[in-house]
């Protein structure tokens, strides 16, 4: 970014207050004037500029740059060379599976994730949170790539990751210490997958104590699964309240409230609350893999009760999960997209008045949840990393893909040129 001094100011801007700090889902009119890339000023529409250039969005909606904060940088663009043969979930691990144990060398993984993060980046991301599959010894391998990764491009996204483990792992006490341990040299976070398991009750707590002893937060998947009786979630609010655990603790999925009894789906979500866990739907990817049993047609789509969530108090972010891999064969880390799609998949579109407060479960809220330094608000002092739209209402910003958006970092417009598929061609052989 250039360190010479510019001002700008944008007219006529279309913010929803939500991203603004303010309660509510109404949308606000306003001026913003931008100083040596911070967010100056926040003014009534037409009041006197400050010195400087002047762009007029003529009623486009400006949001801040979003935060993605369920992501598989890891695994991303595998699809080509390894698809899902099933379009199952077990089908997706077994692909995986298969294609770490013979392919994720470090350059493998540097070149998905680097070209991840430049399409991310264009889109107009400013922080993601990634999984890393973490069972021993990739977990030496892809951490290496991420620390690398961090600092590459810290002046661009900003990067958290999480040690991705199954149940298995984290019932084994000396590769469940070795996985936390890495996380902790890398700044990480410790993770699991867990579902139906004989032994999940076990495993969580495994995890919570390990997390609690070592001092990281926690970022679990759990009950990625439409079995009734899987109850992960209600397994690690259990823990993090008996063992009193004081770290931050997210819990991604949690499909298996979709089909739930209402007596069993409230029961977890009160104990949920209580434990100040929250919660990242993923709803694209859970839509793809969730029910499916083809030629006949999913009844059932495994997106989390977001809305009941929500109105328990559980802080709820919307996230991208995988990307052109075996767990979901398509996507582009673009929360724009993300944002959406989730708005149409899970009703989040009424009642209209409350209907933008969701902007924030992609921005502010995210941040809140992961504790990122970025932000993800338009406000005063702020870095003007924003995302310039010509839609000016909700029923706009849905109906189309937002292609010709304009994505300001430090408030200039960056080059939002995609990565052509075609340098990963060598990688798909």
């Not at 009734?228 to 008996?242: C, G, N």
């Not at 209402?262 to 100040?276: L, N």
């Not at 708005?343 to 941040?367: E, K």
């Amino acid at each position: 970014m250039s360190s010479e001094s510019f001002a700008l100011t944008l007219q006529n801007c279309t913010v929803p207050v939500a991203v603004l700090g303010e309660a509510g889902g109404a949308l606000q009119k306003l001026d913003i004037d931008i100083v040596d890339g911070q967010i100056a000023a926040l003014r009534p529409v037409g009041s006197k500029p400050a010195s400087g250039a002047v762009r007029d969005l003529d009623g486009g909606l400006v949001l801040p740059c979003l935060a993605d904060i369920h992501t598989h940088l890891d695994k991303g663009h595998i699809w080509p060379r390894t698809a899902n043969p099933d379009g199952t979930w077990f089908g997706a691990l077994m692909a995986v599976m298969g294609d770490r144990e013979s392919r994720w060398a470090a350059q493998d993984v540097e070149r998905r994730m680097d070209f991840a993060l430049r399409c991310a980046y264009a889109h107009g991301t400013a922080a993601i949170r990634t999984h890393l599959d973490a069972a021993p010894p990739q977990h030496e391998i892809s951490f290496a790539v991420f620390e690398t990764m961090r600092e590459r491009w810290a002046d661009r996204v900003e990067l958290q990751a999480v040690a991705l483990v199954g149940p298995d792992t984290l019932l084994d006490p000396a590769a469940l210490d070795a996985v936390a341990q890495q996380a902790k040299r890398s700044g990480g976070i410790l993770g699991g997958s867990i579902a139906v398991h004989p032994e999940a009750r076990a495993a969580i707590f495994a995890a919570v104590q390990k997390a609690g002893e070592l001092g990281l937060d926690l970022d679990l998947h759990t009950d990625e699964t439409l079995a009734p009786e899987s109850s992960a979630l209600r397994h690690l609010a259990d823990a993090v309240l008996e063992t009193g655990f004081q770290g931050r603790a997210l819990a991604g999925h949690c499909c298996v409230l979709s089909v739930q009894e209402d007596p069993v789906w409230r029961r977890t979500i009160d104990r949920v609350a209580e434990a100040g866990i929250s919660v990242v739907s993923l709803p694209m990817c859970n839509i793809f893999l969730q029910d499916r049993a083809a030629p006949r047609t999913p009844r059932y789509r495994g997106v989390t009760l977001v809305n009941e969530l929500k109105a328990a108090g559980v802080k709820v972010a919307l996230a991208s999960d995988n990307t052109r891999d075996p767990f979901y064969a398509y996507g582009d880390l673009d929360m724009i997209e993300v944002f959406r799609e989730s708005v149409r998949i899970a009703h989040l579109d009424y009642p209209q008045d409350s209907a933008w407060t969701w902007a924030r479960a992609a921005s502010a809220d995210a941040c809140d949840i992961t504790g990122f330094d970025y932000r993800g608000m338009i406000r005063e002092g702020a870095p003007a990393d924003l995302i310039l739209l010509r839609a000016r209402s909700w029923t706009e910003l849905m109906s189309r893909p937002q292609s010709d958006r304009i994505v300001l970092r430090a408030g200039r417009p960056i080059d939002s040129t995609l990565p052509d598929y075609r340098e990963l061609d060598e990688l798909m052989e």
